[in-house]
């Protein structure tokens, strides 16, 4: 994973550490997307009644208009037999109406509630993930970029100056700001090397 493209430390501890940070976000987004799907199957039931009572309605509707028309030519009485059946096929289309309000109300409804229960839960973990890992990618692009020229090099050294623990600072060299002022090579490169690490990069040989 020495790639300047890859969003990942080259460090091991930072790199263990950036795939067990992965890992958990996407155990967590996965849990919450089953639980939306769970509330979109209970709530989609609903719209499954509706849509069942919207065929069987409109079945019962054509049978009863059927049914009219062919007592229309019974005779004397055809009339008097047609009207409350074709009166009952209306009524079976107002309820045929309704259940595919049902329908369209509860599927519409099914997506609101599973984004509503599921999105805010995936949001509230993701983005502040998201902004960590873009931060930490934009630093390793920098640090490297600064590390492949002699005057990046100093830049990172300068900064490690300012940045890093003293005892890390000493550890380099005995006087390291001298040393930096000097243009020494060997404590220039050791005090780019802490800054490098502390963006997650190992050191980069030219």
């Given amino acids: ?58 079945g019962v509707s054509e049978n009863l208009d059927t ?39 509860a599927s519409w409804l099914a997506w609101v509630l599973a984004i509503a229960v599921a999105a805010p839960p995936i949001l509230f973990v993701g983005m502040p993930w998201l902004v960590l890992r873009i931060r930490f990618f934009r630093r390793k692009w920098t640090a490297i970029t600064l590390a492949a020229t002699p005057a990046g090099e100093q830049l990172l050294a300068l900064r490690a100056l300012a940045n890093r623990p003293l005892a890390k600072l000493v550890a380099v060299n005995d006087d390291p700001v001298n040393a930096w002022r000097s243009y020494d090579s060997v404590a220039i ?3 780019a090397a802490l800054e490098l690490r502390a ?8």
């Fill in 199 to 206: 963006a997650g990069v190992q050191r980069i040989r030219r």
């Fill in 1 to 58: 994973m020495n790639s300047r493209y890859l969003p990942y430390a080259t460090t091991p501890a930072r790199l263990l550490g950036q795939l067990v940070s992965d890992i958990a976000v996407f155990v967590w987004t996965a849990i919450w997307v089953l639980v939306g799907t769970a509330v979109h199957a209970a709530v989609s039931t609903i719209a499954d009644v509706g849509r069942q009572v919207e065929v069987g309605a409109n």
């Fill in 67 to 105: 049914a009219g028309d062919r007592t229309d030519d019974v005779p004397l009485v055809g009339d008097a037999l047609s009207k409350p059946l074709r009166a009952a096929s209306e009524a079976a289309l107002d309820i045929a109406g309704a259940g595919h309000s049902l329908d369209t109300t």
């Fill in 189 to 191: 490169r050791g005090l």
